[in-house]
């Protein structure tokens, strides 16, 4: 069975995307309707931008959703899931590629999503660090540890690599505690506090979005975010998209439950490697290679 994964914010790069631009004239179509949506060339600044360009978060996300989507497009006939799932944005692209709401009605969703998200990171100095080296339970004592700050587990990456997330000062006073039982805690290039309480003006603002769009039964079954679990019914996957924003990225217990129901093969739709790399942390055994 093929199970088809949709990377999230960091797996960008100058230049992604325009071999679909220049190579296919509906690819080129979609991207152009994204320009007119957006409001500016977004595909200026992802085929010859600067990686500063990039990084801000109402570029990057729309940037890695429409790689995504439209190289799922370009794959025609060949795109056949048996399941998809996306890391926290990739969700977006994740149900767009299954047919549970349109292209422009995504998009529009990344849009909202990234703009309310960057409001969060200019009203809270916030940040996130990937740990390394510990267990899942370590980490979630470290965090639990931590007084009068914010700082949670953000994303469940692979065994052996958690994301926190939360203020400036909670996550270092976290990072300190991590090196004190020899784990290694890398902060991230990241605007603000994903996936952790400091999200939630920006979970209120989406939850009207979300609401005002139309979702359709998928192809295949979502394993969503917030619980890993597979799901099909229009009204669940609109709550467990809205409860995202606020809570961890389960996607080591993602790819176990689609390794549990069958997956055999795993397809990373999108900019970059790192999902891959994530699948074969989990199981080495696991067949796992890049769409492009």
């Known amino acids: ?21 220049d190579g296919n004239e509906e690819c080129r179509a979609m991207f152009e309707k994204a320009n007119e949506i957006i409001g500016f060339r977004i595909t200026d600044l992802m085929f010859a931008g600067t990686p500063e360009d990039l990084k801000q978060t109402k570029v990057t996300q729309p940037a890695i959703f429409l790689h995504s989507v439209i190289l799922a497009k370009y794959m025609g006939a060949d795109f056949k899931p048996d399941m998809v799932g996306g890391h926290s944005l990739g969700e977006f692209s994740a149900l767009v590629a299954a047919g549970a709401m349109s292209f422009e009605d995504g998009l529009r969703l990344v849009i909202a999503r990234a703009n ?35 700082v949670v587990p953000a994303n469940y990456n692979c065994p052996g690599q958690l994301v926190i ?8 006073q976290a990072c300190e505690k991590v090196k004190e039982v020899k784990g290694k805690a890398l902060p991230l290039a990241v605007g603000g506090a994903f996936h952790s309480p400091l999200m939630e003006p920006a979970r209120v603002e989406l939850a009207e979005a979300i609401e ?3 979702f359709r039964r998928p192809v295949c079954p979502v394993y969503q975010n917030v619980d ?14 809205l409860m995202q924003l606020t809570s ?14 069958g997956a055999d093969e ?9 999902l891959q790399g ?9 067949n796992a290679h890049s769409a492009e």
């Not at 890993?228 to 996957?237: C, G």
């Not at 996607?251 to 129901?261: C, E, F, I, P, S």
């Open 278 to 286: 994530m699948v074969k942390r989990v199981n080495p055994d696991a």
């Open 116 to 150: 309310a998200m960057q409001k969060c990171c200019e009203k809270t100095p916030s940040t996130m660090a990937a740990v390394l080296k510990l267990d899942d339970k370590t980490v979630e004592d470290i965090c639990a540890s931590v007084s009068g700050e914010v």
């Open 165 to 172: 997330s939360g203020t400036n000062e909670g996550v270092a």
């Open 248 to 261: 961890p990225v389960r996607w080591t217990a993602t790819v176990q439950n689609m390794l549990r129901d």
């Open 266 to 274: 795993f397809i990373e739709v999108g900019p970059g490697t790192a």
């Open 228 to 241: 890993a679990l597979p799901h099909s019914d229009p009204a669940e996957i609109k709550k467990n998209l």
């Open 1 to 21: 069975m093929k199970a088809y994964v949709f990377p999230g914010q960091g797996a960008q790069f100058v230049g992604m995307g325009k071999n679909l631009y």
């Open 212 to 214: 005002r769009t139309e």
